[in-house]
DNA sequence: CGGCTGATCGTG
DNA sequence: ACGATCAGCCGA
């Protein structure tokens, strides 16, 4: 049995809405950094080989469109790769990263500006969703160490995708009409609860790397 | 807790 | 070649 207590830092007990409801386009269809901090305490839902599974979020960062110089689209760069994050808020970005970890972002605003915001971390909304990332994260590394899991759960963007079976099938998918893949309604939480920070692993972003984009609870 | 390193592969 | 990363290992 984990020491599961801790994992939940910030989060009251109870203070999950049980049955919250979908986030619509108008969500979305907002600044990237708006969106971002907005969808801090939302919930993440994937239904998976194991069943659904309910994150909720508690890190993003966002990545601004053709003028960030840390954001894949940085120079007006619109390939095949980057085409979701050209397409309307709500529709999902999944990339390979290291040749061997996921990435999830939800894009922003609208059809053609290239905003979007990367989710970094999310904790489990429920025992039967952290019984799933478990045995889902356990299951990707046979011969790894159990206690390295621990409360590293899903607390970076390749393990939350392997914890909630995020992987390039994912990819271009609009979260706003998806059966099996969107955000619902969550927790309350006040602008004093929202912390930020500089952007994670994009030296080479020069002064873009010391933007304060990455919000978390 | 902080710093360092190898692993691994689709994309442009 | 190059990463919007991770786990394991080291030292403090």
Redesign the pocket.
């Known amino acids: 049995m984990a020491k599961s207590s801790t994992d939940y830092h910030y989060i009251r007990q109870s203070s999950v809405t049980a049955c919250g409801s979908r986030l619509p386009r108008e969500f979305f269809a907002r600044d990237g950094i708006t969106v971002a901090k907005e969808l801090l305490g939302k919930i993440l839902v994937h239904e998976t080989s194991l069943g659904t599974v309910r994150g909720i979020i508690t890190e993003t ?1 966002s ?1 601004m469109g053709e003028e960030d110089k ?4 940085y120079s007006g760069k619109r ?4 085409e979701p ?1 050209y397409h309307q808020g709500g529709t999902s ?1 999944v990339y ?6 996921s ?1 999830m ?1 939800i894009a922003a605003m609208t059809e053609g500006i290239p905003q ?1 915001v ?1 989710l970094r971390k999310v904790e489990p909304a429920d025992e039967e969703s952290r019984a799933r990332m478990e045995q889902l994260r356990r299951a990707k ?1 046979p011969g ?2 159990p206690e ?1 899991i621990g409360r ?1 759960l899903a607390d ?5 995708c392997i914890a909630m079976e995020i992987t390039r099938q994912d990819n271009d998918i609009d979260m706003v009409t998806s059966p099996s893949f969107y955000v619902t309604e969550g927790l309350t939480v006040l602008p004093e609860q929202i912390r930020e920070g500089k952007r ?3 030296d ?1 972003a020069e002064e873009a790397a010391d933007y304060l984009w990455r919000f978390y609870l």
């Open positions: 960062e990545y840390g954001s894949h689209t390939t095949e790769r980057t994050m970005y390979l990263i290291y040749g061997m970890y990435c972002n979007a990367l590394k790894q160490n390295s590293h970076g963007p390749g393990k939350m994670i692993g994009i080479y």
